[in-house]
T-cell receptor, first 116, second 112 residues
C-alpha cells in the first residue's frame, strides 16, 4: 500500500496521559500536514512539516501539542496531558511539493482519539 | 475565521440526476482549489482541482467551476450514483501561504 499510513487507527487514553500519533507519508512525499476534525466540523489545519523542519505550526495549540518529522521514520504528533476536549479524529496528509506547488494533498485514514 | 464556506450541510439527489455542491471563499489570494470526498471512518480522497487561471476543469463525471469575481466554486457530478453518497469538502490555498483551508463539508445522499 503506497498511501499515507496512520497508526494507530484508534487510540484511547485517560485524562493526563500522553498520546502519540504516527504518520508515514506516501513514498516520495516530503511534506506532511496534520489536521484535526471535531464532530460535525471540518478539517482544521494544525501543523505543516517538511523533513526535520516545522514550516507552519500556526494551527496547533501552544501548550501540550508538538509535532516532528525526523530524517528517518514517521511524523509524530504528540499530545501531552490529554484532556477530554482533545477527543477528535486526527488526519495526516502528505504531498510531494509545498502548498504553493499546486499539488493536492493525499490523506491517511486518520487516528480516532478518545479521552476517558 | 472561516475563509472557505460550504453553506449547505446536506444535499439529496435522485440517482441519475445532477448533484451540485457549492463553496464560497473570502480570501482573494487563493489561487488553487480542490474537492475531496470522504466516507465515514476513512480519510478524505482527492477528487479534482482547479487553478485560478481556469474557470472549468472536467474529469469524467466530475466538473469543477470557478467564478473568481464571485469567489465561488462548485462541483457538478453527473450522473449521480449511489456510491457518490459521502461528505464533500472544498479546499483552497494561496501561493503565498503554507496551508490548505477546508470548508465544513456537504453531506451528499444519492437516492437509488
Amino acid at each position: 500500500n503506497a498511501g499515507v499510513m496512520q497508526n494507530p487507527r484508534h487510540l484511547v487514553r485517560r485524562r493526563g496521559q500522553e498520546a502519540r500519533l504516527r504518520c508515514s507519508p506516501m513514498k516520495g512525499h516530503s511534506h506532511v500536514y496534520w489536521y484535526r476534525q471535531l464532530p460535525e466540523e471540518g478539517l482544521k489545519f494544525m501543523v505543516y512539516l517538511q523533513k526535520e523542519n516545522i514550516i507552519d505550526e500556526s494551527g496547533m495549540p501552544k501548550e501540550r501539542f508538538s509535532a516532528e518529522f525526523p530524517k528517518e521514520g514517521p511524523s509524530i504528533l504528540r499530545i501531552q496531558q490529554v484532556v477530554r476536549g482533545d477527543s477528535a479524529a486526527y488526519f495526516c496528509a502528505s504531498s510531494p511539493g509545498s502548498v504553493n506547488s499546486n499539488q493536492p494533498q493525499h490523506f491517511g485514514d486518520g487516528t480516532r482519539l478518545s479521552i476517558l | 475565521d472561516q475563509q472557505v464556506k460550504q453553506n449547505s450541510p446536506s444535499l439529496s439527489v435522485q440517482e441519475g440526476r445532477i448533484s451540485i455542491l457549492n463553496c464560497d471563499y473570502t480570501n482573494s489570494m487563493f489561487d488553487y482549489f480542490l474537492w475531496y470526498k470522504k466516507y465515514p471512518a476513512e480519510g478524505p480522497t482527492f477528487l479534482i482541482s482547479i487553478s485560478s487561471i481556469k474557470d472549468k476543469n472536467e474529469d469524467g463525471r466530475f466538473t469543477v467551476f470557478l467564478n473568481k469575481s464571485a469567489k465561488h466554486l462548485s462541483l457538478h457530478i453527473v450522473p449521480s450514483q449511489p456510491g457518490d453518497s459521502a461528505v464533500y469538502f472544498c479546499a483552497a490555498s494561496a501561493k503565498t501561504g503554507n496551508q490548505f483551508y477546508f470548508g465544513t463539508g456537504t453531506s451528499l445522499t444519492v437516492i437509488p
